[in-house]
């Protein structure tokens, strides 16, 4: 098992969708293994292929009853409406109060290639609809509010500038 550096905002592989998954073999349930323990370790309630570099349609969650793992998730449908303070670990100690559905109807395969689905509310059914979003290369800051995504791409902004200068020993 081994734990993932988590990429952050900026990484140009968030914004890539991601594509199917065809074979479920060995090297893939390493990958699920080590997102478990990588989403573990940061703490987070779920975390995506992406964020960890791979460009394939695969999520881990666990809201308090996991771990779980569902491959090429896909959401047939999202019903009213529910307002929750969303994060991501991939923009650390940031969040926003969001609006979306209040409730998904979730498929996918689990990693014994059983067939998942899955009708969830609230706190998971905003787990599976953040961690679509990094299936198909969108971040939370996308499903900000005019004002919320202002604040928030200046303060990324400044982050970015930060890290920079971290990283040029011309700085130092
Ligand atoms: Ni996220």
């Known amino acids: 098992m081994a734990i993932y550096n988590i990429r952050q905002f900026g990484d140009p592989v968030l914004r890539q969708r991601a594509r199917e998954i065809e074979n479920v073999d060995g090297a893939l349930r390493r990958l699920v293994d080590d997102m478990i323990e990588t989403m573990y370790d940061a703490p987070g309630l779920g975390l995506a292929a992406p964020q960890v570099g791979v460009e394939r349609r695969l999520f ?7 771990p779980h793992a569902i ?40 990693i014994d290639g059983e067939e998942i689905d899955i009708e969830a509310d609230e706190l998971l059914a905003r ?19 005019a004002d919320q995504r202002k604040e928030a791409m200046s303060i990324l902004r400044h982050r970015t500038l930060d890290a920079a200068v971290a990283i040029d020993p011309a700085h130092v």
């Open 60 to 66: 881990v969650y666990d809201i308090g009853d996991g």
């Open 127 to 145: 787990c599976f609809q953040h961690e679509m979003d990094h299936l198909d290369g969108i971040l939370l800051v996308e499903r900000l509010d």
């Open 71 to 110: 491959i090429n998730p896909v959401i047939v449908e999202s019903r009213g409406e529910w307002n929750y303070d969303e994060g991501c670990l991939s923009i650390p100690d940031l969040s926003w109060n969001v609006v979306r559905p209040n409730e998904v109807h979730l498929r996918g395969v689990s």
